[in-house]
């Protein structure tokens, strides 16, 4: 569990979304400088009203577990998070009894009930086997926890937890069904608790889940998709993908935000390129060229920031065949990207539009 920063003051994006102040919450998203997807952040809007669980589905490092965490941080909300792997228990994410202490509770009954009355010890040691499953011994996981802590929000009039379920591709069959009930129901069950349960019926009072896959290990069941409402991280628009490369290099120039998405739109656009370049490529070379200063490439200087975004050999290979045609391209006036920095950057629209004179009209 993540918690929240008690010096900051908390929103609850479930009452923004529910009072028609979804800009609101996509502006605080924008705060931390995730920038959503129209579309995504719609879907995550009908989530919160009517509080079903949240699946995004989508490739690699296409923003999916930055979304939860950027939500968690505009909020300043607590975060519990399930990462999957193989071999991920139940007990591990939902609850557990605290077996030894348990025994050793009984253990100091048993000598208490030793210096009772023979007549009292048998009630005495039926309230102390009673007790053994109190809360004090139960230990709960990130989704007990996230139950738990938005059932005890409620009282204090906090908003709830961030549950992110994390690469539930990777849960396997077992831990999907675990999940189910308290998906549905906002329960966990627990037999021989003194209270039953833990968690919270009421949907607008539920943690805020969001479940992420790849897609790739585990097909998810039927049942499970069925608790969500899904969406689809696409690859983002090259305006889109200019908006996240500001926001996470707020101190890129033009020519490196140029520079930085010229080249990755090219790499994507290669034949034979299996394993294509995501944002968090596209961030990370912009990141590079902001530290280094770089604001034009050659053969030798391309080469070398081939590791951010070339992750096998045959595709390194393949982009060394094709150096000419990357360094042509990122020279080379790209109608959506340099329209869109020139209507945030003067100095970048009259160096185009002097481009433009100079081919007589023709960029
Ligand atoms: N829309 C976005 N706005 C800002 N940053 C983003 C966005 N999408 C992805 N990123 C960044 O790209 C990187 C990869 O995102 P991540 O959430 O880890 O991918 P995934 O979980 O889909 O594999 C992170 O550094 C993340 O902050
Ligand atoms: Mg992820």
Known sequence: MIPHDPNRSQVDPRHLATTGRERELYELLCGTGYVPGKEVFGDFCESLKSGRVWLISGTRGSGKTAFPEALAQACNLTMCV??????????????????????????????????????????FLEKARRMKWQRQFLILGEVG??????????????????????????????????????????????????????????????????????????????PFISRHIYSRFANPTLEKELEILLARNPDASSAQLAL?????DAVRGIAGMEDHPSIRESIDVAGAFVRDAVESLDDDSLTRYFCYFVKTGEARELLSLQLDYLLAMTNAFHPVIDTWLADRDALWASRWLRLAGQTGGRW
């Not at 939902?94 to 007549?119: C, F, I, T």
């Open 82 to 123: 399930v990462s999957g792997r193989d071999g991920l228990k139940q007990e591990e994410i939902l609850y557990d009894w605290d077996r030894e202490e348990q025994e050793v509770w009984m253990r100091e009954n048993l000598s208490v009930a030793k210096g009772l009355p023979v007549s009292e010890q048998p009630e």
């Open 145 to 222: 926890l996230a139950y738990d802590l938005a059932a005890k929000a409620v009282k204090s009039k906090t908003p709830p937890p961030v549950l992110l379920l994390d690469e539930s591709d990777k849960f396997g069959a077992s831990i999907e069904d675990s999940l189910l009930m308290p998906l549905e129901r906002g329960l966990i069950y627990i037999p021989r608790y003194e209270a039953g349960r833990i968690g919270i019926t009421e949907r607008e009072s539920r943690p805020i889940v969001i479940t992420t896959s790849n897609d790739l290990r585990h097909k998810l069941s039927g």
């Open 260 to 264: 930085a998405i010229k080249l990755l």
